[in-house]
């Protein structure tokens, strides 16, 4: 591990700012438990502060989000109410939840445009997306590795490139 990635003082709490929150809170910790990722520069501070700074140029109102939610978490009633479980909830960016419904399937583009009809997208949301579903691909390399280790390295040589 890379003293730019030394774990982080009171990790639970609040931040001042949503990018940080995010940062400290959900990357960094999964990057420090992360065996693997060989990326060609070991230094990623430069980037995860560049991400942290696009994050707080949005400027979220904090809402309670799912944390988890996938097609796997979600399901019809015999009524054809929807109904949500298995959740990981945090105070976060109600986008996050959103991301994630993009990328382990099971929410199509009905599921969004409806979502959309009642709460439009703010400005640049599809460039979060992916900011946003890092954490569950690292997430996911610590769990699982394999095919996870490679789209970490892919997302964040994109983000590296895009900011």
Request: glycine share 10%; net charge negative; with cysteine.
């Amino acid at each position: 591990m890379t003293a730019s990635l030394a774990p982080a003082l009171n990790r639970g709490g609040w931040r001042d700012d949503w990018g940080s929150a995010f940062l400290e809170l959900r990357l960094r910790p999964q990057l420090e438990i992360l065996d693997g990722l060989q990326l060609d520069s070991t230094d990623l501070n430069p980037l995860l502060l560049r991400l942290a700074e696009h994050l707080n140029e949005h400027q979220p109102r904090p809402a309670l989000v799912h944390g988890d939610l996938w097609g796997g978490n979600a399901a019809s009633l015999s009524d054809g109410r929807g109904s949500i479980f298995d959740p990981a909830s945090w105070w976060a960016d109600r986008e996050v939840d959103l991301a994630m419904t993009r990328l382990f399937g099971g929410f199509g583009e009905a599921f969004r445009s409806a979502y959309r009809e009642v709460i439009p997208d703010a400005s640049g949301a599809d460039d979060r997306v992916e900011i946003y579903n890092l954490y569950h691909l690292l997430n996911h390399a610590n769990l699982f590795g394999g095919s996870y280790l490679i789209q970490c390295r892919a997302s964040l040589k994109d983000l590296a490139r895009r900011l």
